[in-house]
């Protein structure tokens, strides 16, 4: 018979219980500091394939209670300096609030183990390896100081038997600086009183026959054996071992437990039912989270026994437990599964009416637009409409900007949902089993472009999401690995694309919520001409002449306009970040209407206005920008996010055209209802915002400038970019296809060198985000 795994109930309920409270804690901490996400760090010395499966799980688990977990890898050939470099810049890190080092090492150097650990700051030793972390557990601090996660787990498990700890005689086999020596210290600071005993210790069998509590963690197979157990003991065994010899398991429950030979697992949990008869409840593959019941199997070749049980655990998880989960089907054993479960199972059963996926290509034909695909006889007449949008829509180039790593662009991809089955339920990349594939393509991509500004001012140029049907910024890993390189003392200037009713308003709610950055300073560009428009200037056509207009002086138009920039500026502080707006002056620009644009934003709440020059000047001319940043730098600021994701999908639409666009309301007409509560019932409901909207005009219309009000929002469809981790609206008759047949001239931006001074919060971005709702002219 093949080797089954089997979740045992009882383990489970265990597993759920202690999930369930760490995903509440988690929750609740958010709550409390909007906008935080807890971050979590693996790092990894080369690729031991029984690290890489631990690793795998910690995620997974990690990610099921909300907190966002990095795995950074490291080569073979890391030295021990190098190691301690990236556990220092980890220390450093203020997104990461915890991390632990992957053991055993994987190099082909000499590393040693207790500088490594002792390098992590106490404060983020989540494993509680050092030091300083096993003297505060030794001195009974445990309120001060991290717990190692396997002594804490078999403390879980023996308090979960009912049992009093308190005075009751514990005995601990084993003294290793992981599990032995701190259970010790757990179970005499929760008033056990407790013996150690070693390879070493005289008359094992008398110690270990008086425990009423037996933790045996030795490494060492079959040096407890089942006859020396006192009746109606609680007995954990937290052993790996491979023993030579047939591979089976072999219990005696009437007077103890004996393993071997074989594998004995870690860690094995007996409880008393009746006097003098333990009783095997489950097995567990301690991780942290992870119960399994045992794996019975048979197997004359040890090699072969040993491969066999990695291959086959792997391919369980993978085929078969992360896809169960997925479909909500709450068992383990395939044979128990009802003909409905195993259609689901091994059908996608997709509807083509529903797929949502588009081809990509950056030409600019509109036939194509919408095409017919699948007449070639080879498709056996499964024609389907579909279509071409252009690349930067496409939702990869969404997942390549908010991804934080290799891994997480891995899961994201997995989660794209390309179309339904006829059922309704979201069929993903991963399902289709094309995500790997995916991420091999993308492994290129995910290294941000280093390049340079005429004047030598390093620039990361990665990613281009479209900023109408995705947010528009640019990438998380390009704003990280700048924040790095400039130091503490430096400044990081990342852009917000569109206007900034669309740019900045999702650089917050989006790019924010996902990397856990906080911006210092937000810059708004303006100019005369676009306020000129905004104010009742007369139509510019695109090939002719400007009218006289906005080459003249006309303080009355550039007074009228800036009530689109007093909108803006009210926008920004609303987030609590200070604003300093930068005047980007034209030849034709008069001092009169530079001064009244600075008057006017300094008088609503701008921190600062500045005339600008360096279209010009290159740096010299955005120097007395550079020193206004540096001053609102240091100002306080008290950074929040627009709305809770808690929020039903239409009150977060409302919200943000209320409050960012000035709306009356939102119409939500029958499609965009219809995906309301199609996105919710599937679980996509609490996802962030991403509207489709226009740039040329804070509302829906784009030919109405300046503020428009009395107006009501009306929401055509909503889609879902599930990876990416958004919902975006289509508000009023926005295009997502191929671009549109008139021109678009893009401003070009030429990034100043500056010399900068100091921020007093290193790892967090100050970005300047440049508006382009004043850049149409």
Known sequence: MLPRIVLNSCSKAILLQIRARLKNQVTQLKEEVPGFIPGLAILQIGNRDDSNLYIKVKLKAAEEIGIKATHIKLPRTTTESEVIKYITSLNEDSTIHGFLVQLPFDSENSINTEEVINAIAPEKDVDGLTNISAGKLARGDLNDCFIPCTPKGCLELIKETGVPIAGRHAVVVGRSKIVGAPMHDLLLWNNATVTTCHSKTANLNEEVNKGDILVVATGQPEMVKGEWIKPGAIVIDCGINYVPGECCWRRKVASGVEDGPGWSRTPDLMIPTAPGHPQLIFKN???????????????????????????????????????????????????????EEINRFARLDIDPETITWQRVLDTNDRFLRK?????????KGHTRTAQFDISVASEIMAVLALTTSLEDMRERLGKMVVASSKKGEPVSAEDLGVSGALTVLMKDAIKPNLMQTLEGTPVFVHAGPFANIAHGNSSILADRIALKLVGPEGFVVTEAGFGADIGMEKFFNIKCRYSGLRPHVVVLVATVRALKMHGGGPTVTAGLPLPKAYIEENLELVEKGFSNLKKQIENARMFGIPVVVAVNAFKTDTEAELDLISRLSREHGAFDAVKCTHWAEGGKGALALAQAVQRAAQAPSSFQLLYDLKLPVEDKIRIIAQKIYGADDIELLPEAQHKAEVYTKQGFGNLPICMAKTHLSLSHNPEQKGVPTGFILPIRDIRASVGAGFLYPLVGTILIHLQEATLKVWPVSIQAHWELGSIRKPREVSPFIFSLNSHHV
């Open 285 to 339: 593959i301690f991780n942290g989270l992870h119960f399994l019941e045992g794996i019975p199997f048979r197997a004359r070749d040890q090699n072969f026994c040993f491969t066999f049980i990695v291959l086959l655990f792997v391919l369980f998880y993978v085929f078969i437990f992360l896809p169960f989960q997925r479909l909500g089907i709450e068992k383990t054993d395939p044979t128990t599964l009802t003909d």
């Open 371 to 379: 095409i017919t695909i699948g007449q070639a006889p080879t498709e």
